[in-house]
């Protein structure tokens, strides 16, 4: 991931606070819908990126510039890899799509932190860590 890359998701999370942010990094960042609609938890806790969204999203792998990685934010500023967040990315015990993951902790003055997840055959553990 570029610096540049970075800072505009760091300006999606700022900009989507005080809900979470959500969307994916090919060649450019795409920022996505944060769809999320449970009753029971807000999307200040939660994130789903929206149906076509997600379509155009899943088609990037038959094309020439793949997503690599999906990132959304935590409304708390802490940057890991949440339950479920897990329980979202892996199916039948593999990650469902073949990106890593990129959490942002931001609060409501700034961004606290970020970190990037990569499957390792077995979970998702963190590969980098950055504090803006």
């Known amino acids: 991931m570029t610096p540049a890359q970075l800072a505009e998701i760091y300006a999606h999370a700022r900009a989507a606070f005080p809900a979470e942010c959500c969307g994916y990094v090919t060649d450019v960042v795409v920022r996505c819908t944060n769809a999320w609609q449970d009753p029971g938890r807000g999307t200040d806790t939660a994130f789903a990126i929206d149906g076509a969204e997600l379509i155009a999203f899943a088609r990037t792998f038959d094309?020439?510039?793949p997503a690599r990685?999906?990132?959304h934010s935590h409304t708390h500023g802490r940057a890991y890899f949440s339950s479920l967040?897990?329980?979202?990315a892996i199916i039948g015990g593999a990650?469902?799509?073949p990106v890593e993951h990129l959490v942002v902790g931001v609060t409501a003055a700034h961004v606290v932190e970020?970190?990037?997840f990569a499957w390792d055959g077995a979970d998702y553990v963190?590969?980098?860590r950055w504090v803006p």
């Open 114 to 116: 970020a970190a990037r």
């Open 95 to 97: 990650p469902a799509y």
């Open 69 to 71: 990685v999906v990132y």
């Open 85 to 88: 967040d897990r329980a979202v």
């Open 63 to 65: 094309g020439p510039a």
């Open 126 to 128: 963190e590969v980098a």
